[in-house]
């Protein structure tokens, strides 16, 4: 039976809990590694690790300029770097790179320590409820604000425009996306033209940084940096929040590592590796073959869209030891892909790293103690994990 004749092997677009999701990738590591389905107009699905790892890094093979989401979700044109592909990404990454250096990242954290206890403390005065909504989906649009240097009617905008779109993508619902998107852009364009008028050191600011720059000696196309500024927007808010969330569900399930980690905070950036791989929140980032290729006796033909499920390839037991179990201090932890690999590897991994354990930290240090307190609401394609978790919570006297 042919690809064109067979049902699908999986169903994306079914409703999930916190848990159905890995349950059904870890059946089709078994006995579909390399799956089809009809949904979001057809798609492969990498699920093993290796095949994964394998198209992340034959970007000359594997493209992302063509599609680099399942579903696609971009109605406008190309957003540098992430739309395009090496040589044409990497002067764009050449830009961002030194302003997302660990060294460079660090010096965010007394900001984001204070970003983080004031949403806290408005959080725990309200006695919890949604961790996503009131806590973990704010202070990354606060963090990017103040990262991309936003005067404060810019970033009053971005903290509405921001979660506007996250709920849009959430929704599934094509017009809200694309009118909080068409927002999104207004907001970079607004955001250039303040650069153009009072530039910053580009050293630091990533607008001025991006007008000032030459590729072959000419200045950024126009629209380039215009997609460049809206894709940095957005870029790192929806996964911080999600991933957040998952982190949260899961200490609500296992009391004694929540208190460990409470008494032992020393533990956490260990804690957030294993988080990241055990609940990765991105898995349908794609890619399309420019020539057939063939996956474990499958074979994709040039066009066709090809999910890398990174949240399958962070669980598949020929890499893992016993996968589906939190293990701190994992001995190959660093094999996990929670940040791709290759040229399209993630820019923002430091500051990631760094907004989920300043979140974790201040949020175990601020309670004695929460657990999920209500319905946990799943995510659709292409992030995974929860975008709503409430909470009940017993805030610490600290």
């Avoid at 033209?193 to 910053?200: S, V």
């Avoid at 260990?270 to 057939?292: K, S, V």
């Amino acid at each position: 039976m042919n690809r064109m004749t067979r049902p699908p092997d999986f169903d994306p677009l079914k409703s999930e809990t916190f848990d159905s999701a890995h349950a059904d990738y870890a059946q089709l590591r078994q006995r579909c590694p390399v799956a089809h389905t009809d949904a979001y107009g057809g798609f492969w699905a990498l699920t093993r690790h290796d095949d994964v790892v394998r198209a992340l890094q034959e970007s000359d093979v594997f493209v992302t300029s063509v599609q680099n989401v399942v579903p696609r979700v971009a109605f406008t044109g190309r957003r540098p770097p992430l739309h395009l592909d090496p040589p044409e990404h990497t002067p764009y990454r050449a830009i961002l790179n030194p302003l997302l250096t660990s060294e460079r990242v660090a010096l965010l954290e007394p900001e984001i320590c204070r970003y983080t206890r004031e949403y806290l403390a408005a959080y725990l005065a309200n006695g919890g409820g949604d961790l996503c909504e009131k806590f973990a989906g704010l202070l990354p649009v606060r963090v990017f604000g103040h990262w991309m240097k936003l005067p404060p009617h810019l970033e009053a905008q971005l903290g509405q425009a921001g979660p506007a779109f996250v709920r849009a993508v959430q929704s599934a619902e094509a017009d809200a996306m694309k009118e909080t998107s068409f927002a999104l852009y207004d907001m970079a364009r607004a955001l250039i033209a303040l650069r153009r008028e009072q530039p910053l050191d580009p050293a630091e600011d990533p607008t001025s940084a991006m007008l000032v720059a030459r590729i072959h000696g000419e200045p950024i196309p126009e629209e380039m940096v215009v997609g460049m500024v809206r894709q940095v927007l957005v870029v790192g808010i929806v996964a911080p929040m999600v991933m957040m969330g998952s982190i949260a569900v899961h200490l609500s399930r296992h009391r004694e590592l929540q208190h460990d980690l409470r008494s032992s905070p020393e533990k956490i950036p260990a804690a957030i590796e294993e988080f990241l791989r055990l609940y990765t929140p991105y898995r349908g980032f794609a890619r399309t073959a420019l020539e057939p290729v063939v996956f474990r006796g499958e074979k994709i033909e040039p066009g066709e869209p090809i999910a890398l499920l990174y949240a399958s390839a962070n669980r598949d037991e020929a890499v893992f030891k016993d996968s589906d179990q939190f293990i701190l201090g994992r001995e190959n932890i660093k094999d996990h892909l929670a940040f791709g690999r290759g040229a399209h590897y993630c820019a923002g991994a430091a500051l990631a790293r760094l907004e989920l354990r300043v979140m974790l930290e201040e949020l175990l240090a601020a309670t004695l103690d929460f657990e999920v307190n209500g319905d946990v609401a799943m995510t659709p394609f292409p992030e995974i994990g929860p975008w709503r978790v409430p909470l009940k919570v017993i805030a610490s006297m600290r």
